[in-house]
């Protein structure tokens, strides 16, 4: 059976897109997609663009589990905002 593209909610397409700039831009990347698209873009460069996405989403989503409300320091560490024990 062939994988669809489709994202399984199709109104988090934006929000992924959005990500995706994101990520690219905190590796330096962004200007280059914005120029040339990503079909140009080397294969460890949109890697390494994905490996930083699913990263993020398992954060936010273990932060989410855990009943806190997470962001993502300059360094990449997580920061709680707030305690669930507060």
């Known amino acids: 059976m062939a994988r669809s593209k489709k994202p399984v909610n199709p109104a988090a397409e934006n929000a992924l897109d959005r ?12 200007e280059r997609v914005r120029q040339s698209g ?7 460069d949109c890697g390494r ?6 990263r993020r989403m398992i ?5 989410s589990l855990a009943g806190t409300s997470a962001t993502t320091a300059s360094t990449g560490t997580m ?4 305690d669930i024990n507060s």
């Open 59 to 63: 954060e936010q989503y273990e932060s």
């Open 79 to 82: 920061t709680a905002k707030s």
């Open 49 to 54: 663009v994905g490996g930083h996405m699913v």
């Open 19 to 30: 990500m995706k700039f994101e990520v690219a831009s905190e590796l330096g990347i962004a």
């Open 38 to 44: 990503w079909s140009t873009m080397t294969s460890a």
